[in-house]
């Protein structure tokens, strides 16, 4: 076991192999806090290990390949709060993860007159990419309930996607392009019944669609939400 000082404050504590870091070792803030501890290779982090804020809480924690997080993986903010869980590559969110709301809770719910609980914590279960959400993936708002089930691209809804009330009901089933209605899809009313089918763009019926009325469908082309026959 090797021990370095500046200033009469630990600066590395661990393994040494010629004359580098390597093996098992501690790594210090100016301030006595532990900066890094975890496994070493040719003085680079590699392997397992953890990272720490100067506060002294936990930064990351998992996988290294030479000084680059890369690997399963978990990032804390400077409160001590998790804030992603899943896999990363060159220092950015990649693969499956979860990411989480600092102040999420568990929120009490009752399903079939039993009472269970709902992990409010998590906003997003999915695929990332470059550290933004990309691919398939569920967003949830802050009491745990889904809104977004779907494909992403760069952190917005895009491609195929399904959006919710708080309730669980649906709102929208169809395209989407840069977080808005685009192309084929439906939309629904409160009570579940389809209101509107057919094509849309940025948000407004726009094309070929048809609206579900009482007293019979009308049936035609639409603009800027506007029947026009």
């Not at 900066?35 to 392997?47: I, L, T």
């Not at 779907?150 to 089933?173: A, F, M, S, V």
Request: charged share 20%; glycine share 16%; hydrophobic share 20%.
């Amino acid at each position: 076991m090797t021990q370095f000082y500046q200033n009469n404050m630990p600066y590395y504590i661990g393994q040494w192999e010629n004359n580098m870091k390597n093996g098992q070792g501690n790594l210090y803030y100016n301030n006595g806090n532990i900066q890094y501890g975890g496994q070493w290779e040719n003085d680079m982090f590699h392997g397992e290990g953890k990272l720490y804020y100067q506060n002294g809480r936990i930064c990351y924690d998992g996988q290294w390949t030479y000084n680059t997080m890369r690997g399963k993986c978990k990032y804390y903010d400077e409160d001590g709060y998790i804030e992603y869980e899943g896999q990363c590559e060159n220092n950015m969110k990649s693969g499956y993860g979860i990411s989480y709301n600092k102040h999420g809770t568990f929120v009490e719910t009752i399903v079939d007159g039993k009472i269970g609980y709902i992990d409010a914590r998590i906003c997003y279960i999915g695929q990332w990419e470059n550290d933004m959400k990309n691919g398939e993936g569920k967003m949830y708002n802050q009491n745990g309930k889904l809104y977004y089930d779907g494909q992403w691209k760069n952190n917005l809804p895009h491609g195929q996607g399904k959006y919710y009330r708080e309730d669980g009901t649906l709102i929208y089933d169809g395209q989407w392009e840069n977080n808005m209605y685009n192309g084929e899809g439906k939309y629904y009313r409160d009570d579940g019944t389809i209101y509107y089918e057919g094509q849309f763009k940025n948000d407004v019926f726009c094309g070929q669609g048809r609206i579900y009325y009482k007293n019979g469908p009308l049936s035609g082309l639409w603009e800027n939400n506007v029947f026009q026959g």
